[in-house]
């Protein structure tokens, strides 16, 4: 067995080579061999300036205990070498268990709340430093990067205290937070057997034109949050029939036309019927009423799954429960599905090597695939504890025979990989695409996620203009609440099958 070791400090792992004894990914078996990790991955992102994946758990590898101590168990996954960094961050005196996460417009991941509610604690790329803290402690809630640079959050009485959890905004220019005194989190509230301590839990929040967000669930109802100034709230619609959708997923494939998939979730957050509800939500306007299409249901009912979306704009949905019960791996939904915004239908894939539920986390990575990992990670310990991960090869990397690896498209550079909103990318290929081939571009959004929310996730299409047989000009949308800014994948397709990204930085 092919080993790689790397020391931090006091702290080393040997991660096991992703694909074992020659074996490569088929169409059949497209998860790698279990990724020995040395916590339970409960919350991971990005690091845009490595496309490492930071991840992390609580104050201990596999359990949490409510007010513990005030620090955090982290481990860096490096795709490129299978390798593992294991350490543990305490000089920001925050537990950044059930936090909020977003990425901000220089790449940053700040981590808000959770476990240590009123802390906000940034990763820079090099290391971890204590933010101002909240105006109200909070855990379980949801933040999102605005179309002007600041990060709003509302919700989340699972620490703090119950109740009361409105709105409020960080500038990190000024680290400072404003409350939003009338954004109210009665808004976004369901009717969770649990009370309100669940009902304000992990909003589905995405930022729009103009620093305006859009709550687009999980209650049933939906509304659009003003950032600007004192905050307002206005009513955005319903979900057509579908209920409260506790620990659901959604993703917004199609930035460019403000399309969001959302997928299952369940009436209460423990101990009830998950749905296999599946609904586009289209934005018109910042402010404005939204559109909703009630599409085919997915083949398996889920809450607590996670969803990605890919470079080809379909959207690839793992893990979850058809009735969700935390720390257990009881109904489990093993079998993974792929949503194609073209058919609008769904696909099964081959089913999980383990169950990926309550805790668990899965993102995309800069080759084009998707980590899988967590699961468990119980007030003590417990034999659902999933200390691993994987990794999983989407369709579009296997060639038609199902066995050989797709040949894929090489950016080779990148003239200006840092510009601003509206300016235009100038990318080249190792080869020109063949008459008969179809070439495309994509973006999306480096992401975050944790508890089946990741706010940072979007996909932008370009139309390339040839310059000439190998090199492109594209042009990006010049509405920051589209192109959100921050870090961003570039991808060039050939016939559906993505290329390794580019690192791309948009400036406001």
């Given at each position: 067995?092919?080993?790689?070791?790397?020391?931090?400090?006091?702290?080393?792992?040997?991660?096991?080579?992703?694909?074992?004894?020659?074996?490569?990914?088929?169409?059949?078996?497209?998860?790698?061999?279990?990724?020995?990790?040395?916590?339970?991955?409960?919350?991971?992102?990005?690091?845009?300036?490595?496309?490492?994946?930071?991840?992390?758990?609580?104050?201990?590898?596999?359990?949490?205990?409510?007010?513990?101590?005030?620090?955090?168990?982290?481990?860096?996954?490096?795709?490129?070498?299978?390798?593992?960094?294991?350490?543990?961050?305490?000089?920001?005196?925050?537990?950044?268990?059930?936090?909020?996460?977003?990425?901000?417009?220089?790449?940053?991941?700040?981590?808000?709340?959770?476990?240590?509610?009123?802390?906000?604690?940034?990763?820079?790329?090099?290391?971890?430093?204590?933010?101002?803290?909240?105006?109200?402690?909070?855990?379980?809630?949801?933040?999102?990067?605005?179309?002007?640079?600041?990060?709003?959050?509302?919700?989340?009485?699972?620490?703090?205290?119950?109740?009361?959890?409105?709105?409020?905004?960080?500038?990190?220019?000024?680290?400072?937070?404003?409350?939003?005194?009338?954004?109210?989190?009665?808004?976004?509230?369901?009717?969770?057997?649990?009370?309100?301590?669940?009902?304000?839990?992990?909003?589905?929040?995405?930022?729009?034109?103009?620093?305006?967000?859009?709550?687009?669930?999980?209650?049933?109802?939906?509304?659009?949050?003003?950032?600007?100034g004192n905050g307002s709230v206005t009513f955005a619609g319903t979900r057509n029939n579908d209920g409260d959708a506790m620990a659901g997923t959604v993703a917004m494939y199609d930035a460019n036309h403000g399309k969001i998939l959302s997928l299952g979730g369940a009436?209460?957050?423990?101990?009830?019927?998950?749905?296999?509800?599946?609904?586009?939500?289209?934005?018109?306007?910042?402010?404005?009423?939204?559109?909703?299409?009630?599409?085919?249901?997915?083949?398996?009912?889920?809450?607590?799954?996670?969803?990605?979306?890919?470079?080809?704009?379909?959207?690839?949905?793992?893990?979850?429960?058809?009735?969700?019960?935390?720390?257990?791996?009881?109904?489990?939904?093993?079998?993974?599905?792929?949503?194609?915004?073209?058919?609008?239908?769904?696909?099964?894939?081959?089913?999980?090597?383990?169950?990926?539920?309550?805790?668990?986390?899965?993102?995309?990575?800069?080759?084009?695939?998707?980590?899988?990992?967590?699961?468990?990670?119980?007030?003590?310990?417990?034999?659902?504890?999933?200390?691993?991960?994987?990794?999983?090869?989407?369709?579009?990397?296997?060639?038609?025979?199902?066995?050989?690896?797709?040949?894929?498209?090489?950016?080779?550079?990148?003239?200006?990989?840092?510009?601003?909103?509206?300016?235009?990318?100038?990318?080249?290929?190792?080869?020109?695409?063949?008459?008969?081939?179809?070439?495309?571009?994509?973006?999306?959004?480096?992401?975050?996620?944790?508890?089946?929310?990741?706010?940072?996730?979007?996909?932008?299409?370009?139309?390339?203009?040839?310059?000439?047989?190998?090199?492109?000009?594209?042009?990006?949308?010049?509405?920051?609440?589209?192109?959100?800014?921050?870090?961003?994948?570039?991808?060039?397709?050939?016939?559906?099958?993505?290329?390794?990204?580019?690192?791309?930085?948009?400036?406001?």
């Open positions: 067995m092919r080993v790689n070791t790397i020391l931090l400090g006091a702290f080393a792992l040997e991660a096991q080579a992703i694909w074992l004894n020659g074996r490569k990914p088929t169409l059949e078996t497209p998860w790698s061999d279990i990724i020995d990790m040395p916590l339970v991955a409960v919350a991971a992102a990005v690091n845009p300036t490595t496309g490492e994946l930071v991840t992390w758990a609580s104050e201990k590898n596999s359990s949490f205990a409510v007010h513990g101590d005030r620090v955090t168990q982290t481990a860096v996954f490096s795709p490129t070498g299978c390798a593992v960094r294991h350490y543990s961050v305490s000089n920001t005196n925050h537990d950044m268990f059930c936090p909020g996460i977003s990425l901000d417009f220089k790449g940053r991941i700040v981590v808000t709340g959770g476990d240590t509610e009123e802390k906000t604690s940034i990763y820079d790329g090099n290391g971890w430093t204590p933010a101002a803290d909240m105006n109200i402690g909070r855990g379980y809630h949801s933040s999102a990067t605005t179309s002007d640079g600041r990060i709003f959050t509302i919700g989340g009485s699972f620490s703090g205290g119950i109740g009361g959890k409105h709105g409020e905004i960080y500038d990190g220019d000024k680290n400072e937070w404003t409350l939003l005194s009338n954004v109210s989190a009665q808004q976004i509230l369901t009717n969770d057997e649990g009370g309100l301590y669940r009902s304000d839990n992990h909003a589905w929040l995405f930022a729009w034109s103009n620093g305006s967000v859009l709550q687009a669930g999980p209650s049933t109802k939906m509304h659009w949050f003003d950032t600007r009436p209460s957050y423990n101990d009830s019927d998950a749905t296999a509800n599946a609904h586009i939500i289209t934005i018109n306007e910042a402010g404005g009423p939204v559109t909703v299409e009630t599409l085919e249901p997915m083949h398996s009912a889920r809450a607590f799954a996670n969803s990605v979306i890919l470079p080809d704009g379909t959207v690839f949905v793992v893990g979850g429960q058809t009735h969700p019960m935390v720390f257990t791996d009881s109904n489990s939904s093993m079998i993974p599905e792929l949503w194609d915004p073209k058919t609008k239908k769904f696909t099964e894939l081959p089913a999980m090597p383990i169950p990926r539920n309550y805790h668990s986390t899965a993102i995309l990575l800069g080759e084009g695939t998707i980590f899988t990992g967590g699961g468990g990670l119980c007030p003590s310990e417990c034999d659902v504890n999933h200390l691993n991960a994987n990794t999983f090869y989407p369709p579009y990397l296997i060639a038609a025979d199902g066995v050989s690896l797709a040949t894929r498209p090489n950016i080779t550079h990148v003239e200006n990989p840092k510009l601003s909103v509206g300016g235009t990318i100038v990318a080249s290929l190792s080869q020109p695409a063949a008459p008969h081939e179809e070439l495309q571009f994509s973006m999306i959004r480096m992401g975050s996620v944790t508890h089946t929310v990741n706010t940072d996730q979007r996909r932008v299409v370009l139309s390339p203009q040839a310059a000439n047989a190998t090199t492109f000009t594209l042009n990006l949308p010049r509405d920051p609440g589209v192109l959100l800014p921050g870090y961003w994948y570039l991808f060039a397709l050939i016939n559906g099958v993505p290329s390794k990204a580019a690192t791309i930085l948009i400036e406001p």
